[in-house]
């Protein structure tokens, strides 16, 4: 099965700290992305990345920056972190030819900016 | 643009009873239509999916019918357990970019 792999679960920050969330993927996809999750308001895109050192924005990228150094790793990178970004953040991946058709998640990071 | 919307939760229903979550969409061309599932801790996986008018996505139980009539892909099914609680997502496909629409999702609280 493929696994997508966050690095933390639960994570507290500081507003004003810059923020890494990691991700890697292990079945050699192609496109990776983050969502953020509030409640109400489904997942929102913020990045995208269809290949290594290739990013895309997406609806919400303001405040966020990303790297993707290798094929199985993505990176969600908080500048400068705010207490509205305060949220559940989601990372998937999925093959090239099927990147509409169906996304595996990790299990998700839940970020407190205090 | 391209839109979805789900009905608002949570919805509480005891076990055996039916389960409707309704889902409508609006999109220009003919998207792909999908039901994703998310447990407790545990991050979204694909439920079932669509892609063409009058196709019937099912897996674990659950259906959903691609209505281009109504424009509507609602999540049935016909005796829910206390495992199938979980916030399910509906989502189309947009032809323009690489993205999947998301509705907000709907919270399932099923009780014994």
């Known amino acids: 099965d493929v696994k997508v792999t966050q690095s933390s679960r639960y994570l507290v920050k500081r507003t004003g700290e810059k923020v890494f969330l990691e991700c890697v993927q292990d079945m050699d996809h192609e496109n990776m992305f983050w969502y953020r999750q509030d409640p109400g308001l489904g997942l929102r895109l913020i990045y995208f990345?269809?290949?290594?050192?290739?990013?895309e924005k997406g609806d919400i990228p303001e405040g966020y920056s990303v790297s993707r150094e290798k094929k199985e790793r993505f990176s969600l990178i908080l500048e400068s972190a705010s207490t509205n970004q305060t949220s559940m953040y989601l990372c998937?991946?999925?093959?090239?030819?099927?990147?509409?058709?169906?996304?595996?998640f990790g299990s998700g990071t839940q970020l407190s900016v205090l | 643009g391209d839109s979805v919307t789900q009905m608002e939760g949570p919805v509480t229903l005891s076990e055996e009873a039916f389960l409707t979550i309704n889902c409508t969409y609006t999109?220009?061309?003919?998207?792909?239509l999908f039901w994703y599932v998310q447990y407790p801790g545990e991050g979204l996986q694909l439920l079932l999916k669509?892609?063409?008018a009058d196709d019937k996505g099912s897996n674990k139980g659950f259906e959903a019918t691609y209505r281009k009539e109504t424009t509507s892909f609602h999540l049935e099914k016909g005796s829910v357990q206390v495992s199938d609680s979980a916030v399910y997502f509906c989502?189309?496909?947009?032809?323009?970019?690489?993205?999947?629409?998301w509705g907000a999702g709907t919270k399932l609280i099923i009780k014994p």
């Open positions: 989502a189309l496909s947009s032809h323009s970019n690489y993205q999947l629409i």
């Open positions: 998937a991946s999925s093959p090239l030819e099927v990147v509409r058709e169906k996304l595996f």
């Open positions: 999109a220009t061309g003919y998207p792909s």
């Open positions: 990345s269809y290949d290594v050192k290739m990013k």
């Open positions: 669509a892609t063409k």
